[in-house]
Structure formats: C-alpha cells, structure tokens
C-alpha cells in the first residue's frame, strides 16, 4: 500500500505559502542584519541573525507536518531582499509591518482549513499565536526604540534589543 497525501490541493497550496513566507522572512532578517552591521550595530545584527535562525525551526515544523500528512514540502525560489535601512528604526519598521502581514496570511488560511481540514486548522492555530506575540513584540520594540531617539540612547538601545 502506498503512502497517499492527506492533504487536498488547496491546503497543500496553503502549506507551500506558509513554507515560502518563513523562508522569505528568514532571509530578510538576514539582510537587515547584514546592513546594521555595516552601520555598527552589532546587538541589533546579532537579533536580526537569532530571528532568521527562528524563522527556520518553523520552516522545519511545516516540513515535519506536510511529511506527517503523507506529503512532501516543495522548496520554492525565494525573492531578492530589496529592503534598504538606514537605522535600527528603519528596520524595526519592516519587521514590524511583516509580522503583520504573515500574522494576517495565518489567520486567513486558518479560517480556511477550519472550514476544510480540521487537522491543519489545528496545526496552524500554534502560528497564529506566535505571529499574534511577534507583531505585540515589535510594537514594543518600536515603542522602546522611540524613547531611545528622544534620549540619544541608541546605542544602549542596541546592546540591549534582546532584552526586550
Ligand atoms: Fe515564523
């Protein structure tokens, strides 16, 4: 007997998005930390790299699911980073407006696999919480990066971005 895919195309379709976006999101966390530390902020590069490393685990966690369905995740091609920032805020900016946007796609693929495969709603209900948490993050980050401005406090902004 031969292993069948459990998952219908319009659920592996959404699988397949979801398996770009955390790649697509690796590799731009990737590339703003490559300019900031151009620009000489190596704690918020170092965030930037343990971000992108995130960003695999749930990479990998659609590969095991998609393998769990009887299926096999497609590496797709991933789109050129075009992102230029100039400063930490810059960059807290275009991870904020991100996490919104994949916050956003999970919630709306969620309420579609409700509808069509209780299995992968389940499994996706975990990624719309960690996006929830991630976009709560970086509104707090930016909240905190404001004051720094005001303060002249970047730098100590910068070796403390982990902490937030
Ligand atoms: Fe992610």
């Not at 998005?17 to 300019?35: D, G, T």
């Not at 916050?103 to 709603?121: G, L, M, P, R, T």
Request: charged share 25%.
């Amino acid at each position: 007997m031969s292993v069948k895919s459990l998952l219908s195309p319009s659920m592996k379709k959404g699988m397949q998005e979801a398996v770009y976006i955390e790649l697509y999101q690796s590799n731009l966390w990737k590339s703003l930390a490559n300019q900031l530390q151009r620009l000489g902020f190596f704690g918020s590069q170092k965030y930037f790299l343990a971000e992108s490393a995130e960003e695999l685990t749930h990479y990998q966690m659609h590969v095991e699911f998609m393998n769990d369905m009887g299926d096999c995740a497609d590496l797709p091609k991933i789109d050129a980073i075009t992102e230029k920032v100039g400063n930490i805020g810059d960059a807290l900016d275009a991870g904020y407006s991100i996490e919104l946007d994949v916050y956003n796609q999970y919630k709306d693929f969620y309420e579609k696999a409700q509808k069509e495969d209780v299995s992968v709603a389940q499994y996706l209900l975990q990624f719309v919480e960690i996006q929830r948490k991630a976009v709560g993050h970086y509104g707090d980050l930016l909240a905190k990066y404001k004051v720094a401005e005001t303060t002249k406090e970047l730098l100590e902004f910068d070796q403390h971005i982990s902490d937030v």
